[in-house]
């Protein structure tokens, strides 16, 4: 098997590629700014390439150098910044939306030619989808909303193809988003909702994506599938 | 897959085991190793709270403990609105909402030491309406929040509780369905196919094994994408 996946050096991503990797898939990272991490990753059955998946040159010409492929992990995205609506920039809310709708619309629009039969995509979205996100985080959180809305129409353009479109939606995560924007102090009030009472580990992530990449998951497709402590309960 | 999504050795109650979905089910566990005690009408009666003690204390004699548990049990009465009978009612909610509630209650205290995973088996019925079976769809829909209301009682004991829902799946109890409205309901999802029993097999072990840890809370529907469609 097959698989391209976005943002895949850090966090989420690196714990995916682990986990695949260990079963035997054939990897193929897409980074752009943690090139020293993406290094490390390399080896036999994990190649890496840098590509800004905001810009659709470069994506174009990523899938046409890439060939077919079985499985699409759509994980790179992030927050740009916090802001109160009123003070938030225009740059920033469209800066998040490409690296986090945009990057998608572009992998899905030049990856789904090239996709086989009976594969399956999986986007990474966030807890803030349903919950509406931290206070100032609108951006990053109606950006995923949409993430979560394009997985269920991609769902049903790409079922007579046999192909399973489902999203992941962690809650609280210790990545560099958090390391980035989150106070020691607000992140322990985040865990004190959590009925698990813990975050959630890479893996705990990666072993959804994991189950979600298997066979063992062919009926399900066009779904959400929380994970979050009970963080969030729909 | 690899032994994250193991469930060897895991002890493993099973309701309604001898029904098209929860003997499928109960099978494809036993398969990998799990040790399945099956709870299968009339020998096991869910709605009987001594039989369900009965039931947990079999589990733990000859398990030691019990890491799982698949609420499968589940009847369903069609009738008019006008018509409902008390009876149905009352057979479909102790069946299908208060057996859950007490089997649950009671494999959870042992649970609580070691932690555990439970399975709630929801249905379309717990989202959408469907004609002529009110308890049914209540009862579903109640089956729905029963689970978030476990899952934070007992997520400090690292117990997990998880809906899962099929969509129509090829039962006995769907048969009417298969009969009346097989090709609406086939164009009615994504995939333009019924499920088969097996179709849940990999979501149960999933949700039984360590793979899905910090999961708890959650609805998962095998519906090959019928509560997605929606318009077509």
Not at chain 2, 65 to 70: F, T
Request: charged share 20%; aromatic share 8%.
């Amino acid at each position: 098997m097959r698989v391209i996946i976005t943002g895949g050096a850090t966090g989420i991503g690196k714990s995916c590629v682990e986990s695949l990797s260990s079963i035997g898939m054939n990897i193929n990272i897409i980074y752009f700014s943690s090139h020293g991490e993406a290094i490390k990753l390399k080896s036999d059955n994990v190649n890496i390439h840098k590509v800004d998946v905001t810009d659709e040159n470069q994506v174009k010409y990523f899938f046409d150098t890439i060939g077919s492929f079985d499985i699409l992990i759509n994980n790179a995205g992030g927050n740009i910044s916090f802001n109160s609506t009123d003070k938030y920039l225009l740059e920033d809310w469209n800066k998040t939306y490409e690296l986090n709708t945009t990057s998608v619309f572009l992998m899905c629009k030049y990856g789904i030619p090239v996709i086989k039969d009976g594969g399956k995509i999986i986007n990474i979205s966030s807890i803030s989808a349903k919950s509406g996100g931290a206070e100032g985080g609108m951006a990053y959180a109606s950006s995923k909303a949409a993430v979560d809305c394009m997985t269920k129409s991609l769902a049903k353009e790409l079922a007579s193809r046999n192909i399973c479109v489902n999203a992941v939606s962690p809650g609280v995560v210790y990545t560099k988003q958090h390391e980035k924007f989150s106070s020691e102090e607000y992140y322990n009030s985040l865990i004190e909702k959590i009925p698990l009472g813990r975050d959630g580990k890479t893996s705990d992530i990666s072993n959804l994506v994991t189950f979600l990449c298997s066979d063992e998951s062919n009926y399900i497709t066009g779904q959400v599938i929380e994970i979050n402590g009970g963080m969030l309960m729909k | 897959m690899k032994n994250l999504f193991s469930i060897k050795d895991k002890i493993i109650i099973v309701t309604g085991a001898s029904g098209g979905n929860g003997s499928v089910i109960s099978d494809g566990l036993e398969e990998l190793g799990a040790k399945v005690f099956r709870a299968d009408f009339p020998k096991c009666d869910v709605r009987n709270p001594i039989q369900l003690d009965m039931l947990v204390a079999n589990a733990i004699q000859h398990g030691g403990r019990i890491d799982g548990l698949v609420n499968c049990a589940g009847v369903s009465y069609v009738n008019d609105l006008f018509e409902y009978t008390d009876e149905d009612w009352d057979n479909t909610y102790l069946t299908n909402l208060k057996a859950p509630y007490e089997l649950s209650r009671k494999v959870a205290k042992h649970m609580k030491k070691n932690g555990g995973s439970i399975i709630n088996m929801t249905s379309l019925n717990s989202e959408l309406g469907f004609p002529n079976n009110p308890a049914y769809v209540s009862m579903k829909g109640g089956l729905k929040q029963l689970t978030k209301s476990l899952a934070v009682d007992l997520g400090k004991y690292n117990i997990r509780v998880n809906n899962l829902g099929p969509g129509y799946i090829k039962t006995n109890m769907t048969k009417g369905s298969w009969k009346n409205r097989r090709k609406e309901i086939e164009d009615r999802t994504i995939f333009g196919r019924w499920g088969e029993p097996e179709d849940l097999v990999g979501t149960v072990i999933f949700l039984l094994s360590s793979a899905s840890d910090y999961i708890t809370g959650q609805d998962i529907y095998v519906d090959g994408g019928y509560l997605v469609k929606g318009m077509k």
